[in-house]
């Protein structure tokens, strides 16, 4: 149960945050827009900042590999809103959800993860949505 909660929150917040982003876009442009981000960041990151355990803190891979994470969410999230500066969020949002593609392939390749046959037909359809979703259409494309 705690796997479809977690799944539910990180769809919301990815979603609201897309969103949020194309309206942002309107108002500032998008160097002082990823700025703008950042208080928001470290505000949640101060809210978790308890649930470090300290007293068994040492210094790991882990801990450089997610300020790396950080720094790509950020380069995204640039990327994004000049993507959101001129493009339509119905297109913008599925052509940039083929982000999943690299994980998936990296999985396969650096981390000897297999999906099932069923899992591999998902993943393709997944792909081919997104695809469909970002075709333009005959009204815009005139």
Request: hydrophobic share 55%.
């Amino acid at each position: 149960m705690a796997t479809w909660f977690y799944f539910a929150l990180t769809i919301l917040g990815w979603g609201m945050g897309l969103f949020l982003m194309k309206i942002a876009s309107k108002y500032i442009d998008n160097w002082t827009a990823v700025v703008f981000n950042l208080p928001g960041y470290l505000l949640v990151g101060l809210l978790l900042v308890p649930k470090v355990k300290w007293s068994q803190f040492t210094w790991t891979t882990g801990h450089t590999v997610a300020i790396i994470v950080g720094a790509c969410y950020v380069i995204a999230n640039w990327g994004f809103y000049r993507a959101a500066e001129t493009a339509q969020i119905s297109v913008l949002t599925p052509m940039t959800a083929l982000y999943m593609t690299i994980p998936i392939l990296l999985g396969f390749v650096l981390l000897g993860e297999r999906p099932t046959p069923i899992q591999c037909c998902g993943m393709v359809l997944a792909v081919v949505a997104m695809i469909m979703l970002a075709w333009p259409s005959q009204a815009s494309a005139v």
